[in-house]
């Protein structure tokens, strides 16, 4: 199993810059596909970025597209999430999750059951 902690939430006004990290331990983090989700009160969980095992392809919703990016460093065994020009609809809790096992991503992104325990991100106007 993969244990993933997320760090970097806070609080930022609308076109700020946040820069998120999920660090993971456990078995086989580095060879899984690792995704970025996030949800808003009142709100289903959604995704937000994915990223393969390489680092070489990376995926993105629509609402972050442009705005966001996903990266991962194995050294550190760290994927992390920067996000610039934040919104105040960007405001949710953030969650990162270890998805397919075989690092390879697949859209729609398929969560597995290994979160984190989010990092709450609050966009001010």
């Known amino acids: 199993q993969v244990q993933l902690v997320e760090s970097g939430g806070g609080l930022v006004q609308a076109g700020g810059s946040l820069r998120l990290s999920c660090a993971a331990s456990?078995?086989?983090?580095?060879?899984?596909?690792m995704g970025w989700f996030r949800q808003a009160p009142g709100k289903e969980r959604e995704f937000v970025a994915a990223?393969?095992?390489?680092?070489?392809?990376?995926y993105y919703a629509d609402s972050v597209k442009g705005r966001f990016t996903i990266s991962r460093v194995h050294a550190q065994n760290t994927v992390y999430l920067q996000m610039n020009s934040l919104k105040p609809e960007d405001t949710a809790v953030y969650y990162c999750?270890?998805?397919?096992?075989?690092?390879?991503?697949?859209?729609?992104?398929?969560?597995?059951?290994?979160w984190g325990q989010g990092t709450q991100v609050t966009v001010s106007s």
């Open positions: 999750n270890a998805g397919d096992p075989t690092g390879i991503v697949t859209m729609p992104f398929s969560p597995s059951d290994y």
């Open positions: 456990g078995r086989t983090f580095s060879s899984y596909a």
């Open positions: 990223i393969s095992w390489s680092g070489g392809s990376t």
